[in-house]
Every structure is written in structure tokens, then in C-alpha cells.
């Protein structure tokens, strides 16, 4: 009997330390797997990210997005830092080093501004404006040079004066652009304002080619707790916002946001497929698009105004999202955008975060883009 209960001891003894074991490892359970960097950070040039299944994990709880600590004209003046380092102070030292305005000042100006990818046609519509200024004001002083050129930015801006279409329910916003501009990221970060200002939103995942911008689209939805109505992989795109058009009928949303594939401006084929997409949204509603959002990334300098001009070639836009101006010395493009194509400039992109995404204001960013420099400008 002895050798029996030696062995029972011991199957107790070992029951208990895999008991303990198991207690240890349910209070040490690894985090969940991450979402990709790649994914989360906008999409590549060529669309080429790896194919990822949708994820499975519940959506996280919705909650307001955060509030904004910072004024417009500072969050413009921080993303405007870039354009605003080179050319700004070179006018504050062009404005200083002449007693009374020229013509050779003139140029000066015209080649500082030209720096600025701000563009020829819009540079001297802006020294017209300028030197008419300066022959009614021959003493004009620079404090009255800057205040010129921050009126004409604004006139120049403030000239398309359509506000956004948001009025039927529900409303649909087809966003569209070239690949890698950060189109998916702008729709999240839209939808998150929205949201946050008590809109019910619903997002269609039409970029049906990449199985990174349904995640990413998916991703957004979790983090702000909006629904995303996505297809199979290659599904047709216009099928997808279809359905979600009509899902958005049933149940009542306010606003139906839709991605699009990243499509190069200069294939055929692939514009013709977007206005199929329109051709069905105007199906589903009964209506056009009420809104058909541009996105542009100013790092693209004179480049995005060809873009805009081959899109608007294709489809009725009627609004532009400027992204990444803190990246860039070309933050100037977007005057000539609008100069060019009469388009108002809906959202800029001035950072990383949610809030950075910001409602554009004349006014507010001509005031950010030519304001002196504080204290006198430093020599070339």
C-alpha cells in the first residue's frame, strides 16, 4: 500500500503546481497583437502593403476625441513653420533693408514668394496687387507691405465661398486622391470631429484593392466607435458604397464618408472607374455626391495643382484637404491651388494627432502665413 500512496501524493503535488502555474499565467497574459505601424500611418506610394485579414477584437468604446489646446492661428502658425522659416524672413530683411519700395524690391518679392511654391500666376497677381498698393503709398512702411500681402492671401482664398454641403440626410462625402497623400488617415480624422460634434457617421470602405485601407478605415472606427461598411477583398468599390448609402437610409445616420482607391491622376481606366462610383452614388440617393472631397498632400509643391486639375477633369470636386503642411517649405501651394481651380480649401492637415486636422479659415491662415517675424530678421 505504501508505494500507492506515494504515488498519490505525488499526482497531488504535481496537480497543485500546474494549478499554480495556470494562475500565474492567466495574471501575466501577453497584450493583444498591435495593428501595424504601416497601417496606421497612411498609405505607400505604390499600394503595395501585405494583405491583412480584418481584425476580429471588439470595438472599443466610443469617447469624444480630444479637445484641442490650441488656437487655429497656433496650430497653423506650428505647422506653417517649415514654409513660413525661409520665406518670411527674407521678406522681413527685403522690407527692412529698403527705405521706400522699387521695383527691384518688387522682384525680390516675386522670387521669394516663387520659392514659396506658391506659383507664377498667383505670385504676380499678388505683386499687381502690390505695386498698386505701393503707387498710392509711395512711403508705405512694412507693417503696411505685410498687411497687403496678408489682405490679397485672404482674397485670394476667400474667393470661392461654398460652404460644405451637409444638409440632406443622409449626406454623402466621396473622398478621393492619388495614392500616398493620406486619404484614409483625413477620413478618419474627419469622422472622428464629426462624431465628436454628435453627427451619426457612417464609413464605407471603397478602397476594396488594399487590404490595408479596410483595416486602417476599421482601425478608426474602433478608436471613435463609427461602423464601417466594408466588402471581400477586390470587391467592387461602388458596390461597397452602395450598400452603405443604403445602410445609412435605413438606420438614420447623418453622413456617409466614403474612401476611394488611391488613383494616379494620369490612368485613364482608373478615373473612369471613380466616376462609375459617382454614377452609383447618384443611384443610391437619388442625388450627386454632396460633397466630393480632394485630398492633396502640399509636400507635392506645384504638382498637387495638376493634380486637382486632372481629378476636377473627372469628377465635380467641390472641396480640398491640404495635408502634411509640417512637413513641407511648400506650405505656399495652397494659394495657387485655389487661385487656379476656384476650389475652397475644407480641412489642412497640421500634425500627426486628430485635432491637427483643422477647418480652414481665409483669414485665419493668411494671418499665420505672412506674419513678421517677431524682433528684427536675423542676416542672410
Given at each position: 500500500?505504501?508505494?500507492?500512496w506515494i ?9 497543485a ?5 495556470l ?9 493583444p ?25 471588439a470595438?472599443?468604446?466610443p ?12 496650430a497653423l ?7 513660413r522659416g ?7 530683411r ?5 527705405s ?35 503707387q498710392?503709398n ?9 498687411a497687403?500681402?496678408r ?6 482664398l ?30 478618419g480624422?474627419?469622422?472622428?470631429k464629426w462624431?465628436?460634434e ?8 471603397g ?9 486602417q478605415?476599421?482601425?478608426?472606427g ?11 477583398e ?15 437610409q435605413?438606420?438614420s445616420?447623418?453622413?456617409v ?17 471613380l ?12 442625388r ?5 472631397l480632394l ?5 507635392n ?18 472641396g ?13 501651394v ?15 492637415g ?18 499665420a502665413?505672412f ?8 542676416a542672410p
Amino acid at each position: 500500500m505504501e508505494p500507492t500512496w506515494i504515488a498519490l501524493a505525488a499526482l497531488a503535488v504535481l496537480a497543485a503546481l500546474v494549478w499554480f502555474a495556470l494562475r500565474r499565467s492567466n495574471k501575466a497574459l501577453p497584450p493583444p497583437p498591435t495593428v501595424p505601424a504601416e497601417v496606421l500611418e497612411g498609405e505607400h506610394a505604390d499600394g503595395t502593403e501585405p494583405t491583412t485579414a480584418p481584425s476580429s477584437e471588439a470595438p472599443e468604446s466610443p469617447g469624444p476625441p480630444e479637445v484641442a489646446a490650441e488656437s487655429d492661428r497656433d496650430a497653423l502658425r506650428r505647422g506653417l513653420r517649415t514654409t513660413r522659416g525661409g520665406f518670411v524672413q527674407r521678406l522681413a530683411r527685403l522690407f527692412g533693408q529698403k527705405s521706400s519700395p522699387d521695383r527691384e524690391m518688387l522682384e525680390e518679392v516675386e522670387e521669394v514668394l516663387l520659392g514659396a511654391d506658391i506659383g507664377v500666376h498667383t505670385s504676380q497677381r499678388i505683386l499687381e496687387r502690390l505695386s498698386e498698393h505701393l503707387q498710392g503709398n509711395p512711403n508705405a512702411d512694412g507693417e503696411r507691405i505685410w498687411a497687403t500681402l496678408r489682405s490679397e492671401a485672404e482674397a485670394i482664398l476667400a474667393a470661392p465661398d461654398s460652404p460644405l454641403r451637409l444638409v440632406e440626410k443622409p449626406s454623402v462625402v466621396v473622398v478621393v486622391g492619388v495614392n500616398g497623400v493620406g486619404k484614409t488617415t483625413t477620413i478618419g480624422k474627419i469622422a472622428a470631429k464629426w462624431n465628436g460634434e454628435g453627427k451619426k457617421v457612417l464609413l464605407a470602405a471603397g478602397d476594396t484593392f488594399r487590404a490595408a485601407a479596410v483595416l486602417q478605415l476599421e482601425v478608426w472606427g474602433r478608436r471613435v466607435g463609427i461602423p464601417v461598411v466594408s466588402g471581400a477583398e477586390n470587391a467592387d468599390p461602388a458596390s461597397v458604397i452602395f450598400d452603405a448609402i443604403k445602410k445609412a437610409q435605413t438606420e438614420s445616420f447623418d453622413v456617409v464618408i466614403a474612401d476611394t482607391a488611391g488613383r494616379l491622376h494620369t490612368k485613364a481606366p482608373l478615373m473612369e472607374e471613380l466616376k462609375k462610383v459617382m454614377r452609383t452614388v447618384e443611384k443610391a440617393l437619388g442625388r450627386p455626391a454632396d460633397e466630393v472631397l480632394l485630398v492633396l498632400d502640399s509636400t507635392n509643391g506645384q504638382n498637387a495643382i495638376q493634380q486637382a486639375q486632372l481629378f476636377r477633369d473627372a469628377v465635380d470636386v467641390s472641396g480640398v484637404a491640404l495635408t502634411k503642411l509640417d512637413g513641407t517649405a511648400k506650405g505656399g501651394v495652397i494659394l495657387g491651388i485655389v487661385d487656379r481651380h476656384r476650389i475652397p480649401v475644407r480641412f489642412v492637415g497640421v500634425g500627426e494627432k486628430v485635432e491637427d486636422l483643422r477647418d480652414f479659415d481665409p483669414k485665419t491662415f493668411a494671418e499665420a502665413l505672412f506674419e513678421p517675424p517677431e524682433g528684427p530678421a536675423s542676416a542672410p
